[in-house]
């Protein structure tokens, strides 16, 4: 069974500019959250995806999008990118659980995309 | 706004000493309390996980403390050993919620 994959797993952008960030779920996973992680803190969360719409937001602007394709991958889109941008960009996916986890968000990370806007 | 403040920052123990970490909510709605652990350069990883209707949950040598009038819960290492060492972070959500409210994290050193 693979875990989540993301790519790429370093990227230095300028302010302004656009980047795009991808990640593979785990297999039997149709659920994809995306967080961001600023040095020192804890993941922030940015938005869900399930059945290719999303489905729930956290507090970012719309220039923070997403995408979820059929095969449940997905993909983190950032537009005019700004400095306060620079962070660990995390991929989890999560299925359905049971016992204590029923009715839970149980995450599977992957090991994120570091960003850095100068 | 945090909804879940966690503490201390950092901590350092000696080998078998039991690291604490604590963390309040405000939110009286949550009611799934999930650790997760993380190595430098990995994504955060389930540890442990509590519902309110327990004060206490063991999974090895993790101990998970709830104190639901305080609205406060805790993670206990026993007997921690130096492949602890890594960033605690505590967690709280809603049931069939989306997101998870997470703690500013807490790094963990067990020194040999």
């Known amino acids: 069974e693979t875990g989540v994959t993301q790519s790429p797993t370093h990227l230095i952008k300028t302010r302004g500019q656009q980047v795009t960030l991808r990640c593979s779920s785990q297999?039997?996973?149709?659920?994809v959250s995306w967080y961001q992680q600023a040095l020192g803190q804890g993941p922030q969360f940015i938005f869900q995806y399930y059945r290719e719409e999303e489905n729930g937001r956290g507090n970012f602007p719309p220039r923070f999008s997403g995408l979820q394709f059929p095969n449940y991958s997905s993909e983190l889109n950032v537009n005019a990118l700004e400095l306060d941008d620079s962070a660990l960009y995390l991929c989890a996916s999560s299925s359905p659980t049971l016992g204590v986890h029923s009715g839970a968000n149980v995450l599977t990370f992957g090991a994120g995309s570091r960003l850095t806007v100068l | 706004q945090q909804q879940v403040k966690q503490s201390p920052q950092s901590l350092i123990v000696q080998k078998g000493g039991i690291p604490i970490i604590n963390c309040a909510y405000e939110n009286t709605a949550f009611d799934y309390f999930p650790w997760y652990q993380q190595f430098p350069g990995k994504g955060p990883a389930l540890l442990i996980a509590i519902r309110p209707d327990v004060s206490e949950k063991k999974e090895g040598r993790f101990t998970i403390s709830f104190n639901k009038s305080a609205k406060q819960f805790s993670l206990h290492i026993m007997d921690s050993q130096p492949g602890d060492s890594a960033t605690y972070f505590c967690a709280a959500s809603r049931s069939n919620d989306y997101k998870l409210s997470f703690g500013a994290g807490t790094t963990v050193t067990v020194r040999a």
């Open positions: 297999s039997g996973h149709n659920t």
